[in-house]
Every structure is written in C-alpha cells, then in structure tokens.
C-alpha cells in the first residue's frame, strides 16, 4: 500500500526540496540513492529503459527509506499516467505539454471524479489490494497526488498563462535542455539567454501559487542560483551520471599516480 505522499504538503508550504532523477532501471540503486537522504526521485520512463514491473520494485525500495517516488512517464495517455499511479508513485511529471488543453488533461486522468477521469481499481498497490474503503482511497489520492507537467519547447513557454490557470496543478517544470534546443543553443544551458529566460518562467510560475522547477544541477553554484531565482523543485543529476562521474575521477586518480610514481 502506498505510504502517506509528505513532498507535495512541502511544496505547498513554500519548501525546497531535493532530488535526482532515475534512468536505471534497479530497484537497488534506487534504494541506494534513496537512502541518501533524497526528498524525491523521478524515475524516468521517458528515457530511461524501466518497465512497470521494475518500476513498482524501485518505488518500493524508495519509500522504505522515506523518499518520494515520483514518475516522468513517457507519454501523456490516460493509460500510462494510470499504470503509473497504480504501482503505487505519489505522482506523475508529464513531458511535452504545450497548452492549457495538454495540461487540463493531465489532471484529469491524474484525478478521480469529481476532479478527473482516472480509472478506478482499489485491487493495486495504491488501492491496497483488498479492496478496503474505496471512498476514502479516492479522496486520499486525490488530495495527495503530485500533478507536475514539463515545458519544453516554445508553444509551452508560450502558453504558461493558459497551462497554469488550470486548477489542481501542483508543479511547473521548465526543461532547461529543450529549452536550450528551442533557442537555437542546444545543451547550452549555462548560457545567459536561457537563464534569463528560466527567471522569468519561474517568476511567472511562483506568482501563480505553483511550485516551479527545472534545470539540472551540478554542483551548489547552480543549487543557489535556482534556489534565488524561487525555484522550489531542484533536481540532481541521474543517477547514471553521478556514478559514471565517480569512476571517470576514480580512473584520473590511478593514472595521474601511475605518472608520479
């Protein structure tokens, strides 16, 4: 049975909160990370490799050690959200809405009636297997459910107004990479241009009562610069990056003593 969803009453409450996101597909590593000391992790079923099955295992391993097992699906379809929800994620980040329309219909199939249109089975791992109270799992998923949706081109920064007028909208996530490619400066995300345009998103987003998110960072520079700008929701980086980091320096390390010998 899911366990009590705490990050979303945290962003609600104006706090920061930490995580990274999750491309492989190990309920190991989630464990690990998770144990860390991770508010949140996002599993990433855009692109990274998990399937569902693996997926229920991960968020398992990540409220064991008290973190928030959120996941990016990797499409908007009623079907997807609802699988996702269903293994037991106290909620969903939807890539690539463009519109007031797109975003709408997130929070629609996030929710159950008379808020959405989610599917209803109390016979999952949200529901609690047995059936139990079905009222009550329904209202509690509704009020603890994290709606969060990613910008990531032009037609979303367009429609940022429209997206956020939509109601039971928990968090705003500016994706600073499409962000960047939308420019015309693919990767670039350190460049002055795409910051300034991440500040103006996030105070549009947090003038709206919505928690705001975006960008990856790297190190605490950009912890404080999107901690200053009002940023809310910060990510890490992958899990895949932070390991192959730390055996790319492990490798510098033995052949620069390899030199000196």
Request: hydrophobic letters at 40%.
């Amino acid at each position: 049975m899911r366990k009590p969803n705490t990050l979303k009453k945290r962003l609600k409450q104006g706090e920061a909160v930490f995580g990274p996101w999750c491309v492989l597909p190990s309920s190991a590593v989630a464990n690990i990370t998770a144990a860390a000391g991770m508010d949140f992790i996002i599993i990433d079923m855009e692109h990274g490799p998990a399937s569902f099955e693996t997926a229920e295992d991960m968020v398992r391993a990540m409220e064991s050690e008290g973190c928030c097992p959120l996941v990016r699906v990797g499409d908007r379809t009623e079907s997807t959200i609802l699988r996702a929800l269903d293994i037991g994620a106290h909620g969903v980040i939807a890539p690539h809405v463009e519109s007031g329309a797109d975003a709408q219909d997130v929070v629609s199939f996030v929710k159950y009636w008379p808020l959405g249109t989610r599917g209803f089975s109390p016979y999952t791992r949200a529901g609690g297997y047995g059936g139990g109270d079905i009222t009550a799992h329904a209202d509690r998923e509704n009020q603890e459910t994290l709606t969060a949706v990613i910008l990531e081109g032009k037609a979303g920064l367009a429609n940022l107004e429209a997206i956020l007028s939509v109601s039971e909208l928990d968090l705003v996530y500016i994706g600073a990479y499409d962000l960047s490619q939308a420019m015309g400066m693919p990767g670039q995300v350190g460049r002055p241009e795409i910051k300034s345009e991440m500040e103006r998103c996030i105070r549009i987003i947090r003038d709206a009562g919505v928690a705001a998110g975006g960008y990856v960072a790297k190190n605490r520079d950009d912890m404080r610069w999107m901690l200053d700008i009002g940023m809310q929701f910060i990510t890490y980086l992958p899990d895949v990056t932070v390991i192959f980091k730390a055996f790319e320096d492990g490798v510098k390390q033995f052949r620069d003593a390899l030199e000196k010998r």
